[in-house]
């Protein structure tokens, strides 16, 4: 492992809150566990918090399912520590209830005629403004109420897909407009003020094809609209090209030297019948086409002119290791 | 022990099907799983309707469509020579909204709730409003009899299933009596609950007002008394579309990946049909990947690649062999999980579709999807 001497400086020096979003599918869970490992240096603590009840960190992490508390599950790849939260909307309203108006037994009473059911289910921003409070309390808490130093260097957030981020982190400004004053007002307004400023950092997890790539473009200019701060572009399961520039030329045109691969397989000693043989040139060809496509998709990408880091498709699907190689590679590449 | 396989051309092919629901977790092709099936079923000669309820406007793109909206529109392309034909709209949650409003509610309050600040947040752009709407539209178009067959792709829900669970949400909210305490005894029976709480009712609105902000709540009892005229036909429309859900002319088919997640989520829906007593068709497994050289290895293919490394010549054919190594790789991931899923659902009939090499963006790639879905 890299010494944090010779390692290039992180490109998110201050940013506090790293929220990792994605089309559906790209891995967003994933690069948000790496990134909360690659982010653990010596002596520092991460937070990885989930929004969605899908208990998605446990099972990458592959611990029992996490209750609503904060427990640590792994240690980073610095030696820190990642502590994970499973925030659930109703639990965080009893507790929001409970820190600001001290409701106690009445809390339980608006549960039992249906009050905390509507607000965390049936009336729907709701939850998100809770989901986002949470989260806002775990980054801004310290060890020592108010004067100690802060409890997490880092907090990460798996959240909702591209087609509900900006909804999802706007959903304060949208508190901001219904309640014109009053103590909701105040907390929507610290909250938006925080996320829209340079301490919070919205990375977009994206794979080399057109309709993740198109959400992706989508989501950075829904964010910019919104005020949110843009982070890294972070693209997953990125293949690499087996063959020479010209290889793969003729592989998608189909003019690939059969005889010259022939005598390969035979050098190699890997004899196969003619009817594999064309197979396996169906599989360079779409490798090939596969290469190219990629290659178009990385230009758009480039385009939105953010940081990019790239990782590497991993065969045989995510383990805890392939989790650690995967945060050494965006340290590498200074995500941390 | 294999699944049976599911013929998804029977299913369409049976006049007695009126309508599919295509559910998965988001990012495995669930719509264009949706409008494969809907292109499919108008060139076999039904007259199919495609729902999309997606931000992202991914049916739109996969149509070759440059607009959807709240009404559905012919898709030019179509072979109709079957007799069929293809419309697909995408849903506009708050045109929807406004026109249930505006069907339902007395002329006099409709305008006083489209006016309410609370409902234009609710109605446009706090997420979850979908599942209702989702619901409502789907029982629009099925009502109107203009269609003998509705595709839906359900919404990219936190849980997949919400909009199931939608209508009874709202039906014990109704029955609630959070509601009664909010109309503050407008509605009957508001204060028989207060009393039996054993509080009055200036003290459960104080500490509401307290929490919300008294200006807020006014407009939140504003918006619930206004809606409450309406409620009652939303929450029937919602119970009998559900009730449709579960009968024979509906078939829910289950979209997943071959990745861990999106089985682990098909597999719950799965049993949450099951528990519901919705029709399952069966599960149809996306961008499966194949090799016509199964026999060689992975590990066969890695070893030839570092023989040919080492002796340092033939680079084309060790990329070649490397190539096939990776594929091999992801083909047996693929089917270890495939295994999972099969083994726990023995009976869930199961049709797969081939990875394409690149997205699908057009009439041509939805009939070759819709070939695969329909097994040849």
Known sequence: ?336 | MTNPALDLDAVLGDPATRIIVCCGSGGVGKTTTAAALGLRAAEQGRTAVVLTIDPARRLAQSMGLTELDNTPRRVTGVDESAGGSLDAMMLDMKRTFDEVVLAHAEPGKAQAILDNPFYQSLSSSFSGTQEYMAMEKLGQLRAEERWDLVVVDTPPSRSALDFLDAPKRLGSFLDGRFISILMGGARSGGRAYLKMLGAGLGAVTAMLSRILGAQVLKDVQGFVAALDTMFGGFRERADATYRLLQTSGTAFVVVAAPERDALREASYFVERLAEEEMPLAGLVLNRVHGSGARSLSAARATAGAETLAEEGGHPLAAGVLRIHAERMRVLEREQSLRRRFTSAHPRVPVVDVPAQAGDVHDLAGLRTVGEALGGS
Do not use: C
């Open chain 1, 1 to 336: 492992m890299a010494g944090d001497s010779s390692r290039r400086g992180s490109d998110w020096e201050g940013v506090r809150l790293h929220v990792v979003t994605g089309k559906g599918g790209t891995g967003k869970t994933t690069v948000a566990a790496a990134l909360a490992l690659a982010l653990s240096g010596q002596g520092r603590r991460t937070l990885l918090v989930e929004v969605e009840g899908r208990q998605g960190i446990a099972q990458l992490f592959d611990v029992p399912p996490l209750p609503y508390g904060e427990r640590k599950v792994a240690t980073g790849a610095g030696g820190g520590d990642v502590y994970a939260l499973a925030v659930d909307a109703e639990e965080a309203l009893l507790e929001y209830l409970d820190m600001f108006y001290r409701l106690g037994r009445a809390g339980r009473g608006l549960r039992r005629i249906g009050a905390i059911d509507f607000a965390t289910t049936i009336a729907p921003g709701m939850r998100d403004v809770l989901l986002t409070g949470k989260i806002y309390e775990a980054v801004r808490r310290r060890t020592d109420g108010r004067s100690g130093p802060l409890v997490y260097d880092a907090v990460v957030l798996d959240a909702p897909p591209t087609g509900r981020i900006t909804r999802f982190l706007a959903v304060n400004a949208e508190v901001s407009g219904l309640a014109k004053v009053g103590p909701i007002r105040n907390q929507a307004d610290s909250i938006m003020g925080f996320l829209t400023s340079p301490q919070t950092a919205v990375h977009l997890v994206t794979l080399l094809e057109e309709m993740p790539v198109q959400e992706t473009t989508d989501a950075a200019s829904e964010l910019t609209a919104a005020g949110l701060p843009l982070g890294a572009v972070v693209v997953n399961s990125v293949r690499e090209p087996q063959l020479k520039v010209a290889d793969l030329a003729a592989a998608r045109k189909g003019t690939l030297a059969r005889p010259e691969v022939e005598a390969g397989l035979v050098a190699a000693g890997v004899n196969v019948r003619e009817s594999a043989l064309d197979a396996l040139l169906v599989e360079v060809a779409e490798h090939a086409e596969r290469i190219a496509l990629e290659k178009a998709e990385r230009k758009v990408l480039k385009g939105l002119g953010r940081p990019t880091y790239e990782l590497p498709l991993l065969p045989d699907g995510v383990d805890l290791g392939g989790l650690y190689a995967l945060a050494e590679s965006l340290r590498d590449q200074g995500a941390a």
